[in-house]
C-alpha cells in the first residue's frame, strides 16, 4: 500500500493510510459514504495496489482539516478549461506533471499526470453523482487517481486527477 504521496510541483507532500466507509441511515435507506482521513490522503482500500494493474485511488481534503489536497484545489484555472459536457469540465494546466507514491519499504512509484477534469456534484441529478463515480471504478490499465473537492472555499464540484506509471 502506498504511505506516502509527492506532487513537486504542487508542493504537497502528505502521509496516505488506508480508507475505507461507513454505512449512514437516511430517510431513503442505507447510504455508503467514504471516511476521508483528516489529516492524510486516504488509499481507497478497494482500489489497486502500488505496482499492480488497475485504478489506485487516493482521496484528500482541500479545505478542512489538513487541506492536503488543497494545492490541487488551487491548480484548478477556469480560463483554462474545456467543456466536456454539462457536469464535466476539462483542463490540461496539470499535466505532465510528476506524482511520487512511496511504499513501506521506501521504494518510490512514479506516476505522470494525464487528465484533469472537475465534476459538478452538488445540485445535479443522483444519476449525475453515480456517473461521477466512475473514476473510482476499476481499470484495466495501471492508473492513479487523485480526487478533492472544489472551489478552495466550497465543495461543490470533485477534482479528479488521473496519472499513469512513468515508464
Not at 57 to 81: C, E, L, M, T
Amino acid at each position: 500500500r502506498p504511505v506516502r504521496l509527492l506532487i513537486p510541483d504542487l508542493k504537497v507532500d502528505t502521509e496516505v493510510v488506508p480508507m475505507g466507509w461507513e454505512v449512514l441511515q437516511t430517510p431513503d435507506g442505507p447510504r455508503s459514504e467514504w471516511v476521508i482521513p483528516k489529516y492524510e490522503a486516504g488509499h481507497h482500500i478497494n482500489s489497486a495496489l502500488l505496482g499492480e494493474p488497475g485504478n489506485l485511488v487516493i482521496s484528500g481534503h482541500n479545505n478542512i482539516y489538513g487541506q492536503v489536497f488543497k494545492p490541487i484545489s488551487f491548480a484548478w484555472d477556469n480560463d483554462r478549461r474545456t467543456k466536456v459536457d454539462d457536469y464535466t469540465d476539462r483542463s490540461e494546466v496539470l499535466n505532465g506533471r510528476r506524482i511520487q507514491l512511496f511504499d513501506e519499504a521506501g521504494q518510490v512509484y512514479e506516476y505522470v499526470i494525464e487528465e484533469f477534469y472537475r465534476l459538478r456534484d452538488t445540485g445535479v441529478p443522483l444519476q449525475q453523482r453515480i456517473a461521477n463515480g466512475r473514476f473510482m471504478q476499476p481499470a484495466q490499465d495501471t492508473r492513479l487517481t487523485l480526487i478533492t473537492c472544489w472551489p478552495p472555499t466550497n465543495n461543490t464540484h470533485r477534482l479528479v486527477v488521473i496519472a499513469r506509471p512513468v515508464e
